[in-house]
């Protein structure tokens, strides 16, 4: 194939290309810390929206998979933009993806750019698993 025939070929797939659909910006997300594992999600799709409320859980789980419901854990949601906390929404539980009761926010970006989500926990009664911090880079486009 020569050299013209491969720019033809390539200029015409790029209209193609870009009519396909974006991936998503980031996947879940799963973070460790002491003897919990988290996973983070947020709705829709993982692609966080500008100014608009974002539906973001975390599936908990301790070594061993045993999941960690809200109820058990006393958690706390911190929003940073440029290592400063812009917001501490409230956790509520909710059932996601087979997971029952876990721990979960709205959250609201004020605007485009990088972010971190930082979920704190420590057992609400007796010591079933270690307190944990768990850090997600979260990057939110127009």
Request: glycine share 8%.
């Amino acid at each position: 194939m020569t050299l013209k025939s491969r720019l033809l070929c390539l200029s015409a797939m790029v209209p193609l290309m870009l009519s396909l659909p974006a991936a998503p910006a980031l996947a879940h997300q799963v973070e460790v810390a002491n003897d919990v594992g988290g996973t983070l999600h947020i709705e829709p799709n993982d692609v966080p929206r500008v100014g608009r409320d974002n539906l973001t859980w975390f599936a908990l789980t301790q070594r061993g998979g045993r999941t960690i419901p809200l109820s058990a854990c006393r958690c706390t949601l911190s929003v940073k933009s440029a290592g400063e906390t812009i917001a501490t929404p409230a956790l509520q539980a909710i059932t996601a993806e087979g997971y029952q009761g876990i721990p979960s926010a709205s959250v609201t970006f004020p605007r485009p750019g990088q972010y971190e989500l930082v979920l704190t926990g420590r057992p609400a009664t007796g010591d079933n698993f270690r307190p944990f911090t768990l850090r997600f880079d979260v990057t939110v486009a127009r």
